[in-house]
């Protein structure tokens, strides 16, 4: 079934409705209840019940009942009047002055110039996108070859040669066809994940409409992500390497589409962790756009899952489930502490141990030297393979003698 748009609807009236026979009645209405559902399933949405942020529940406000009031006299109505002007006055001298040296927002200014490309882009080829079914009554369309498309783009798109890489340029044209029930369907780019981010101005969503293809937008992520190279430089190499001439807000609007584009990747692998022996997990300090916020990271012998969040307990849930029933490796935060099978990070008590070595109490100093000695000895014995070893021993110390690794930099 075809997604009803505002197009869709728009055509649908009561002359409509009594145009079609009962068989396609029954089919319109059922699109129409499947719409019905969608909707009033997502106005019950909030953060209790989706992944909604908490702060799109204050947009959701119960609805007030009206309540009889008597009808001021001319002094109140005066009165109310002055004090809302009152009001009025308070509020705009509350309101900061612009003296024209204020932070400037990012991107292009509003009222800028805009700047435009020198030379048209040229397709190699086109490629025709044609509605195959009715919208309102599903019924399968034929495609017309003497239609014309009433909109189209260009996809830059990279294509890997045998010597090389190479940029394709295609133009999307996209149809509309009239079905014998009279209404018109529209063929559009198909979209997908919608980020929400809290405090963002404008959600991020997936959509094949956009000049950079994926191929071509994962090349360019890579490039920031893995090789480490900032927008402006990605830019000018693209430029002259390549011959591809991109804003730096398009090369940044493809690396965090190419990030969303992950998140099933992700869910994949914390489903893959579940099932793990060995778990080692830490947290560090981290700030995004000027906020206190900690970096999580669950690490096995092949999976690496990073999580930005608070510190409380409840981040846990994020990457360990009640499924997962093998060992866990960490350092000595509380949040941990509940866990049966723990196990405490050998890297952390070997920093305890030199802490314990540098007492100005000599029996102190000799104690941590001691442990110092017996931890080194422990790590060096299991991983040359000496003392008493049983294969069977699911112990992550026996297994992973060298992995327990401290994330953070605390002791």
């Not at 009942?65 to 009152?86: F, M, N, Y």
Request: net charge neutral; charged share 25%.
């Amino acid at each position: 079934m075809n997604r009803l748009s505002k197009e869709d609807l728009s055509q649908m009236n009561q002359n409509y409705f009594q145009s079609l026979d009962k068989e396609k009645l029954v089919e319109v209405a059922g699109n129409l209840h499947s719409l019905a559902v969608e909707q009033l399933e997502k106005l019950e949405q909030n953060s209790s019940n989706s992944s909604l942020p908490p702060s799109s529940d204050q947009f959701k406000s119960k609805e007030k009942v009206p309540s009889l009031e008597l009808e001021p006299t001319g002094s109140e109505t005066s009165a109310s009047e002055s004090k809302r002007e009152d009001k009025q006055v308070s509020q705009e001298s509350e309101k900061p002055k612009n003296k024209g040296f204020g932070k400037k927002l990012p991107g292009k200014q509003a009222g800028a110039k805009g700047i435009w490309r020198t030379s048209p882009l040229v397709a190699s080829q086109t490629v025709a996108h044609h509605p195959l079914s009715c919208a309102s009554c599903n019924s399968r369309l034929e495609i017309d070859p003497q239609a014309k498309p009433y909109m189209g783009y260009y996809v830059l798109e990279l294509e890997k040669l045998d010597s090389g890489i190479d940029i394709k340029c295609t133009l999307h044209h996209y149809y509309q066809a009239t079905c014998s029930c009279s209404h018109h369907t529209l063929s559009k780019p198909l979209t997908g994940y919608i980020s929400v981010v809290e405090g963002r101005s404008k959600d991020l969503c997936l959509q094949e409409y956009g000049l950079v293809g994926p191929m071509l937008a994962t090349f360019i992520a890579s490039l920031a992500m893995r090789y480490r190279m900032s927008r402006p430089k990605i830019k000018e190499l693209l430029d002259d390497w390549i011959g591809v001439s991109l804003s730096v807000g398009t090369i940044d609007r493809c690396i965090r589409e190419v990030g969303i584009a992950c998140s099933p990747v992700v869910e994949e692998l914390i489903v893959e962790l579940q099932s793990a022996e060995i778990i080692h997990l830490d947290e560090t300090p981290w700030y995004e756009k000027g906020k206190y916020r900690w970096l999580w990271v669950a690490i096995t012998s092949t999976i690496a899952v990073f999580h930005i969040g608070s510190r409380r307990k409840q981040e846990l849930l994020r990457l360990i489930s009640e499924a997962f029933v093998g060992w866990l490796v960490t350092d000595g935060y509380g949040a941990y502490s509940n866990y049966p099978k723990r196990q405490h990070c050998l890297a952390h008590l070997i920093r305890k141990a030199i802490a314990l070595t540098t007492s100005v109490d000599k029996e102190v100093a000799d104690l941590g030297q001691w442990l110092l000695e017996e931890l080194r000895e422990l790590i060096h014995s299991l991983a040359t393979g000496g003392g008493d070893k049983d294969e069977s021993d699911s112990n992550p110390a026996r297994q992973n003698p060298c992995l327990p690794i401290g994330y953070g930099n605390r002791a």
